[in-house]
């Protein structure tokens, strides 16, 4: 399976668009909600509007059968302004959570949404008895990307060579972040 | 054996029939065919017994069986004229039939051999106000009162009925003298309390301003409706010059609500500054000091910031706006714009919007601040200067700029529902229907739980002649799934005048009445539907209420839904009479207009498909239907018969579609005098029946009063 439209989910936290000592330096406070049948459509605009690409139904299909993995920020109560699509991997003796795209919106980034997005899904995957694992590919050009979530316990795991169809380079690390139990 | 003879029961049937009329325990309690059966055991033995076979008849009348019911009580009569009880079950099953008139009679004939009973009477009088007919209601009000004058609702009912007819003084006597039976007035309790209000009010009708403040002011410790009494106090008090106290009085009323508009005209009016005064902008240095003071007193009442701005101008205004809008923009408040919309009608403050939020915007995007602020602004904060400025122009006609901004908006942040409705607003403020539909159904999508998406999106459609998606989108949210019926259960009367607007455009006359003339039947309902009032209203002493109530049920086709749903209808009979084969003519359809014929066929093809689709999951959902048929809750219900004419073949078959116009026009006539479509329909009306002077006559008088 292909995923290089993952190529550009960090891009997304990390691109500011205007010169950053104009920009707006507070933490913006967010609240989160669910992506349900009743709001994916929002959930689609968001991101045709950060990623270049245009995901399939199943990529909708995976992210609403993820529990509260996938996740949306709202500024100022109602206003979409981000999300994290994950996947749920159901092994036989554990699940995997892949993540799949963290996006926010070109105004809104540089003010810490995509982290409390990161935490919210990474502690509640802590609490979960049932995965074991977060991952996710990166490009291996990306150092700002990989910076960023190694700032959370993920460690390079693999290195997948020609990964992507149409970027360059085409490879790719699988960032990986193990769950320990406390009660094994 | 004479007649009466054979109309007296024995002892032990007379109990069983106490059991059906007097307790009306079977009656009462629902369980019709308990009734049935104690009836008929007494009609075993005596088939001639006439009030027996009455309530044999309205027990059937009950369970639906119409006509059996009209022919045991006409039976029933022909055995006992005599008897009251058979009358006043005549007079019930016209009632249940809505013929009041005849209902009336009946209840006349039973008085006649009954004339002091109190439940025919109540029955009676019940029917006269519904009817209006109030020459009578006084008068059953004043044998009710004669009956039983220890009954506060008996003394009340006969003061309402003179007021009804207008008649003031008579009103206001009876309240008096029903004060004057009173013993003990020192409990405070509500029916008291309402009642005293509404003699106030009757008072207030007469024009006697005095004594209506006087008599206010020495019931208060009695009145528990104390906001109504304060409310009423300050009006009159104002009314009659009484300044500083008017003043005082709207400073305590502002003190518990500092957003009514209501208290601020009156304060304003007590210091002398009249809605001429405020609007026109002189004294505006006494009004700013008055406002400050409110302000530093009410600090949290948006009301006080937003009344200066409309006496405010020039660099004042400007200043008091641009401060004005801050919180607004910020929080993101879509709603700022239909909030200062007012201001809109003067042309220089336009002018000083323009300028403050132009500036507003090049500040924010060259350094993301808001005019005279130092602090950076959360990225949000442009959003919304956008979304008002796109309004903004809009409302100034310059659709090209307002698309523009709206569209940088929707470039930011494309998450925003509201400006997608923005957007379609644009749209069609532009005349553009297809687009606004187009975008409305966009902001729709994005959130499918609600409801007001769906309305919106709805009601864009039928603008843009989308009859089909329409159909499907409207019943997303209504209870029954697709069942159309629904809609018009629910008095849905914006939809069905949209739809019929509609069908109007596409020539489609008989759906087009289909929808509109069920606006109509919903009128006559909420007429109907007055009638439990009549009881519950004095029973409850609501009295002000219950004025107000009749009050608006008089002048009920007044309603915009009832006007704008005639004017169509009007319309549809002129358009029937011009052209009688229009009735059969199928649908000129807007999509296919200036296509190839290898075009049409396509859509024409891909319909079929869509329709093909629509009709097997409709017979689906019939199945599943019937499987539901059996739950245990479907079962009292009595099934709906299927519509005859569902898509109004028969209305647009109508012989006379002129006499059924003139109809309407009678009514616009009556209800809707002020507005000139009345008289340019009527105009066409008459002209089609060639009553060229009345035409003529009718015209120059109303253009004239208009």
Known sequence: MQFDELAEDYDAIINPMQPVEQR????????????????????????????????????????????????????????????????????????????????????????????????????????????????????????????????????????????????????????????????? | MSSSNTQLLPQKEAAVFKTIVVRLKFYETKQYKKGLKAADSILKKYPEHGETLAMKGLTLNCMDRKQEAYDFVRLALKKNMLSHVCWHVYGLLYRSDRDYKEAIKCYKQALRRDKDNGQILRDLCLLQIQTRELTGFIETRRQLLAINPKNRNNWVGFAVSHHAAGDLDMALKVLESYEGTLEDTSNADYEHSEMLLYKAQVLEEKGELEKTLAHLEKSEPLIVDKQSFREKRAELLLKLGRLEDAEAMYRELLSINSDNYQYHKGLLEARGYTDDVVAGGVKQDELVSIYRELSQMHPKSNAIKRIPLDFLTGDRFKESFSSYVKPFLRKGVPSLFSDVKPLYSKPDKVQIMEEVMVKNLERLRSEQKLVGEDDVDPPVTVLWVLEYLANHFDRKGDSPRALQLIDEALDYTPTVIDLHLTKARIYKHAGDFQKASDECEIARKMDLADRFLNTMSVKYMLRADRRQPAEGTVTLFSKDGDNPNNLFDMQCMWYEIEFGRSCLRSRLYGKALKKLTAVNKHFTDIIEDQFDFHTYCLRKMTLRAYMMLLRCEDTIYKHKFFVRAAFSIVQCYIALHDNPASAQEGEEDPELKGLSDAEVKKILRKRRKAQARAEEESADDKNKDKGKKNDPKGKGKTIKQDDPDPDGEQLAKVEKPLDEASRYVSILQEHAGNLIETHLLSMEVYMRKTRLLKVFCLYILNTMQL
């Open chain 1, 24 to 184: 707006y330096k507070k933490k913006l406070p967010v609240c989160f909600g669910p992506i349900t049948d009743k709001n994916v459509e929002q959930v689609k605009t968001l991101n045709r509007s950060i990623f270049p690409v245009k995901y399939n139904d199943k990529f909708y299909n995976d992210v609403q059968n993820s529990g509260n993995y996938t996740q949306l920020a709202y500024y100022s109560t109602d206003i979409l302004v981000g999300a994290i699509c994950c996947r749920v991997e159901k092994k036989e003796d554990a699940s995997r959570l892949y993540i799949m795209t963290i996006g926010v919106l070109a105004p809104y980034r540089c003010c810490g949404v995509g982290t409390s997005l990161l935490e919210m899904c990474l502690n509640l995957a802590a609490e979960d008895a049932d995965i074991d694992e977060a991952y996710l590919h990166v490009q291996t050009s990306n150092t700002d990307a990989i910076n960023f979530y190694k700032r959370f316990g993920f460690e390079v795991k693999d290195k997948i060579l020609n990964y992507y169809k149409r970027i360059d380079p085409p490879d790719c690390f699988v960032l990986s972040k193990q769950f320990t139990r406390r009660s094994q």
